[in-house]
């Protein structure tokens, strides 16, 4: 009786220990198990935190080139405007009569020279009058470097007359030869860099009017030029060496 009544305390203690030792380690491993826990959301908010600033940083630039490209669109559209009134100012008399239309819209300018001015019918070489319009139109366009020039050939519908179809088999050719004709006059005559040019023939697939009566095919034949963007960098290029000259 005695043995059994000491065994029972020990026992009892020897419980007590026990419980009191797993208690600590499960405290151990918990208090690991937040930590690294801890550590992992730590790292994620530093992650996400940079994220943003990021793309605070991305918002701030694009809203920079935003403002520039609306101060650089509203220079290009007043120095579009400018060319398009030097234009007028130059053309006057043509404008009057009917002989080029001139048409701004925002950053592009598009100028329709009827056939009549510059071409003989059935002929892409340039006439002596029209040579001294087109030199007007030259000195203006070449001061703008910050635009491309594409020169447009249109012809009516009328197929080419058998005498010049060996020259010009359809109105492709005959349209092409006379922007060619005058893209070349641009760059030899007016001074044009001829980075700047290009020379296009659409013959008769883009009537402005109906080829069904001769008023109609009169609007069609028609040399059209329009200024189209370029690169900037070159512009500014190109700009600087007509100061120096």
Not at 2 to 9: D, Q
Not at 35 to 52: A, F, H, M, S
Not at 113 to 136: D, T
Request: proline share 3%; glycine share 6%.
């Amino acid at each position: 009786m005695i043995m059994r009544k000491k065994i029972v305390p020990l026992l009892l203690l020897l419980s007590f220990s026990v419980l009191f030792l797993s208690g600590c380690i499960v405290s151990a491993k918990k208090y690991k198990t937040l930590e690294t826990e801890y550590r992992l959301l730590q790292k994620e908010y530093e992650d996400v935190n940079n994220q943003l600033n990021e793309k605070e940083e991305r918002i701030e630039g694009l809203q920079i080139m935003i403002e520039e490209q609306k101060v650089a669109s509203e220079q290009e559209i007043a120095m579009v405007k400018k060319t398009s009134d030097e234009l007028v100012q130059n053309l006057n008399k043509e404008i009057s009569e009917g002989q080029i239309a001139i048409e701004q819209i925002l950053g592009r300018l598009t100028m329709s020279i009827a056939e009549e001015l510059f071409f003989e019918s059935g002929k892409a070489e340039i006439k002596p009058s029209g040579q001294e319009v087109l030199k007007r139109i030259g000195d203006i366009l070449k001061n703008v470097p910050e635009k491309n020039i594409r020169v447009e050939g249109h012809t009516d519908n009328v197929p080419i007359g058998p005498k010049i179809r060996e020259k010009y088999p359809t109105n492709w050719e005959l349209g092409a030869s006379r922007a060619v004709n005058v893209t070349r006059f641009f760059q030899e005559e007016a001074g044009i860099d001829p980075l700047r040019l290009s020379a296009v023939s659409y013959g008769q697939y883009r009537p402005k009017a109906t080829n069904r009566t001769k008023t109609g095919r009169a609007k069609n034949r028609r040399i059209e030029i329009i200024l189209i963007d370029r690169d900037q960098d070159l512009a500014k290029k190109m700009r600087e060496n007509l100061a120096a000259q």
